[in-house]
């Protein structure tokens, strides 16, 4: 009923930066909350952005001040601008987003497939 598909994945410089996007299509009533989690080879998943159906943000310690999660809700779609990055954010990234179908009930939780974010020189 919703897919979810990320693109702007790829490799850049420590320091550099690079901008997320996931995109939202099908029967979409509405987009509640939405989010970006990213897992390493031998890590536990992280929640690294959030964003509400308002536009509150928040993020974890490790990012702050270097991510900006962002959304457009005319375009069903989150955005994740990542600057000043390092080597420990390399990971898949996944974004997230809790959406109500339409003729649907509450929000459902729905995944996209995943993008590569490697920072090395």
């Known amino acids: 009923q919703v897919q979810l598909v990320e693109s702007g994945g790829g490799l850049v410089q420590p320091g550099g930066s690079l901008g997320l996007s996931c995109a939202a299509s099908?029967?979409?009533?509405?987009?509640?909350?939405m989010g970006w989690y990213r897992q390493a080879p031998g890590r536990q998943h992280e929640l690294v952005a959030v964003?509400?159906?308002?536009?509150?943000?928040n993020y974890p310690n490790s990012v702050k001040g270097r991510f900006t999660i962002s959304r457009d809700n005319a375009a069903n779609t989150g955005y994740l601008q990542m600057n000043s990055l390092k080597p420990k954010d390399t990971a898949v990234y996944y974004c997230?987003?809790?959406?109500?179908?339409?003729?649907?009930?509450?929000?459902?939780?729905?995944w996209g497939q995943g993008t590569q974010v490697t920072v090395s020189s």
């Open positions: 997230n987003a809790a959406v109500a179908v339409v003729g649907g009930g509450g929000p459902i939780d729905y």
């Open positions: 099908g029967s979409i009533f509405s987009i509640y909350n």
């Open positions: 964003i509400t159906s308002g536009g509150s943000t």
